[in-house]
């Protein structure tokens, strides 16, 4: 069985990428499923079309991308996939031409893990916001003969526009996501894994981190991945750039994980990523109650909860002063990702959609 994987970005680039369609591959290999990926950027193209690079530029990379796209989307009678797997979309400009095109060759299965129908632009681009068509979006879905979403509030969402929705949240692989011995006497670390477009949400958190930091002193430390141009003074903090060879050791290293989130419509479509890989590295992990974030943690069993800047405070104070308390809540967030979102819980869920959709 063949499916071809119309991804926006490289292999091992996209959070969303990486988390719901490539960590599954082991597993739709061992399946006898095929998965043949067909990016339309690469890094090189990322780094040109989300910064501050010309009009002409960006021009020329996207003409680049729409060629690509058109020539994997093209009808064929030969060689067809058996399911066309969408994440999100499968081209990132104007309308679903490409997903309208793909659905002649086989059946389209779509993914997607975000409120995606509400208009969110980069601010590098927000003079191209008019391009970027989020009406399609309900096309898509209806267009697809499997719809899976990431969480109960976006299926909620998708039903509106599909018969066939199913969920499978953001999922981990427990076998390289896991624990590492940390040293003895070490400072407490207390850290945050995201990416640019998400620093405004580690921000909130701020003010309730400098008092605790002005509390403990030496006693603990704060690290930041993904966001190499911050640095907040208070904390003796400088951003750490992203890898993936340097994601998994930096989040071993974690005692306490951080999750803060605004609530308000596209938070509440998030599926949870940041909490769940401290969880799986065992770090005690303090989430806002915004969301799938409430299922995922039950406060006081496996992570905590904290909304105000008091709560963060409080929170985060008692795991600092209480190591046993860190330590359990550790392995009970491990746990419950391994019980309920790891890729070994939800891979034969996702091998029985894409085989019930090749059967159409």
């Known amino acids: 069985m063949r499916v071809l994987f119309l991804s926006l970005q490289e292999h ?32 090189d193209d990322l780094r040109v079309f989300y910064g501050a690079a010309s009009l002409a530029a960006k021009a020329r990379i996207g003409l680049q991308a729409l060629l690509r796209r058109a020539a994997s989307v093209r009808p064929r ?13 499968a081209f990132f400009l104007l309308g679903g031409w490409s997903e309208w095109l793909a659905s002649l060759q086989a059946p389209i299965v779509y993914d997607f893990d975000d409120a995606i129908w509400i208009h969110a632009v980069s601010e590098a681009n927000r003079r191209f916001a008019f391009l970027k068509n989020v009406e399609k979006i309900p096309r898509i879905v209806g267009l697809a003969h499997t719809v899976i979403a990431g969480n109960d509030y976006l299926a909620t969402w998708a039903r509106q526009h599909s018969r066939n929705v199913h969920v499978i949240p953001t999922c981990v692989d427990t076998d390289l996501w896991r624990p590492a011995p940390r040293p003895t006497g070490a400072p407490v670390t207390i850290g945050w894994s995201g990416s640019p477009s998400t620093l405004e949400h580690y921000k909130l958190v701020l003010p309730g981190l400098r008092r605790v930091k002005a509390r403990y002193g030496e006693r603990v430390r704060f690290r930041l991945m993904g966001a190499p141009a911050f640095r907040d003074d208070a904390l003796g903090l400088v951003g750490e750039a992203w890898s993936e060879s340097a994601e998994i050791p930096f989040l071993q290293q974690m005692d306490i994980g951080l999750m803060p989130l605004p609530d308000d419509e596209w938070t509440r479509g998030k599926c949870g990523l940041k909490g769940l890989t401290s969880m799986a590295a065992g770090a005690a992990t303090v989430m806002s109650p915004v969301g799938v974030n409430t299922t995922i943690v039950t406060h006081g069993l496996t992570g905590l909860h904290a909304s105000t800047e008091a709560e963060w405070v409080e929170c985060l104070s008692k795991l600092v002063d209480d190591d046993s308390l860190r330590r359990r809540l550790g392995e009970a967030g491990r746990a419950r990702v391994v019980e309920g979102y790891s890729v070994e819980r939800w891979s034969p869920e996702l091998i029985k959609l894409l085989q019930a959709a090749a059967r159409r």
């Open 12 to 43: 091992g680039r996209s959070p969303g990428q990486r988390y719901r369609v490539e960590a599954f591959e082991p597993a739709l290999r061992a399946a006898g499923i095929e998965l043949i990926e067909r990016p339309v950027l690469s890094a």
């Open 77 to 89: 009678l030969r060689s067809r996939p058996d399911v066309v797997l969408v994440q999100r979309e």
